[in-house]
């Protein structure tokens, strides 16, 4: 079969006008950015946010393996069924970062007959969104070494003390030598004082455009960001420097939700893109709230497995934007039960019962870990061609006799829409039938901080406790002590376990959560916990996926997945 760049590029794409009718969209609703993307107005995202909403369907997924579980790739294929079996649907994501893209997992437009194009482009610059993203947060870290150079007074009356800036740069790539750095070197150049880079997903920038209402709300969340402290010991602001002005001037442009198509003409919504691993996970609300607007189905993903991505969809962004999704759909493979079974990665294509069974307790438990949120769930079983019928179907039974939900047989990557049909029904079905929602958080508001973190631990990752740190303890007491105990939580963990040790495969429990630090995003609106050895800036593998892209005689872009 042909590769997923090579039918991304047989595709014949139609002009974006023809993609943006079908939403009631005309060509000043739109800024074109060529032939085949474009943003939409401020005026068209008006327009919508006034509209009777639809329907928001979230598509997340087992844990991530090295087999692949197709979430994306099943996001695009429901949104393109939904649309075959005449709906009106439109498909919102999260854009690209470069990291993954030329590290270990590869592109995010989907895969086989179910993505989204132009896939180079959404995969590399695209409309230039996180550029815009990590030059914002980068002027925010020059104006801040430049207020310590000229030791400048903040709002506070006070200048900046150097030994407290907690404000470090982003880039969107994948490089461990920039995770500590000494700033400020040479003559003239000074203070010196240590730092470094995180990866531009992980940018509290980043989490505020996707969180923000509209450009108002961005340049507010913007001034409330904590950097460091004065010489007094007060804490300061992005505001008391007087940043958040320029930095919202900076994303003017990538305020505005991207609008492209998928290989079988469905809209979709490519708009911000921050990590679940290491932020909240999900695409702008902007973005999910025009969807809403302008199709009677949305449907979204949260990054990596339900226990992150869900999560923080669920606990943050509902919780922030005041949505409430009609449905949930468990992405799961035979392949990667198999491996959360135990199985080795060159035995996944081999029939192994075993295994599989003990895989099936990972899928019931993200299943569970829904209910607890009161969305109705289905499953969607993507399918690959070495899968044996007999695996497939102890899947489906499983899902059908065990946990008392539908599970479909999806094979979308193969066939494009026609092979989540059963799925796309279904859904109408469930949302149907759904009556008023039962959708709660998973925690009030209330609750202490520490109480909140244990209740993920606990409910979701089922660990007998969290280990809280010393100076982790200290810091949440401060946050509350300073007003921000009412704020939810994001757990930055590693997303292949249920533990903080990325090595423990299967439904583990009774473990210990070691949370090591944390961290206030108050423009973000949330406290961000660091669990076990997570980093923000991630490294390259031993074998990255730059080495494989390239171009070829004819200038064209080739290895990209």
Known sequence: M????????????????????????????????????????ATALKRAAAATPGKLILVTAVNPTPAGEGKTTTTIGLG??????????????????????????????????????????????FTGDFHAITSAHNLLAALIDNALHFRLPTATGHPLDARTISWRRVLDMNDRALRQLALGMGAGNGPVRESGF?????????????????????QQRLARMRIGKDTAGNFVTAGDIGADGSMAALLVDAMLPNLVQSL??????????PFANIAHGCNS???????????????TEAGFGADLGAEKFCNIKCRSAGLEPAAAVVVATVRALKYHGGAGLETLGSENAAALAAGLDVLSRHVENLGKFGIPVLVALNAFTADSAAEQQAVLAHCRDTLGV????CSHWADGARGAESLARAVVAITEAGGSSNFSFLYPDAMPLD??????????????????????????????????????VCIAKTPYSFTADEHVRGAATGHLLPIRSVRLAAGAGFVVALAGDINTMPGLPRAPAALHIGLD?????????
């Open 80 to 125: 393109d069924a939904l649309n075959r079996i005449g709906q009106r649907a439109a498909i919102v994501l999260r854009e690209p970062s470069l990291g993954p893209v030329f590290g270990r997992k590869g592109g995010a437009t989907g895969g086989g007959h179910s993505q989204v194009v132009p896939m180079e482009r959404i995969n590399l610059h």
């Open 451 to 488: 109480e909140k973190l244990r209740t993920i631990a606990r409910e979701i990752y089922r660990a007998s406790d969290i280990e809280l740190w010393p100076a982790a303890r200290r810091m949440l007491a401060q946050f509350v002590d300073q007003g921000f105990g009412h704020l939810p």
């Open 406 to 409: 539908e599970a479909h047989l």
């Open 2 to 41: 042909p590769t997923d760049i090579e039918i991304a590029r047989a595709a014949t794409m139609k002009p974006i006008i023809d993609i943006a009718a079908p939403l009631g969209l005309a060509a000043a609703d739109l800024e074109p950015q060529g032939h085949h993307i474009a943003k939409l107005s």
């Open 553 to 561: 005689a004819e200038g064209r872009i080739t290895g990209l997945s």
């Open 198 to 218: 995180e990866i531009t997903v992980a940018s509290e920038v980043m989490a505020v455009l996707c969180l923000a209402d509209d450009l108002a709300d961005l």
């Open 285 to 299: 609300v902007v973005a999910t709230r025009t969807a809403l607007g302008l199709a009677e189905f949305a449907v």
């Open 264 to 273: 079988e003409g469905s809209p979709a919504l490519i708009h911000g893109g």
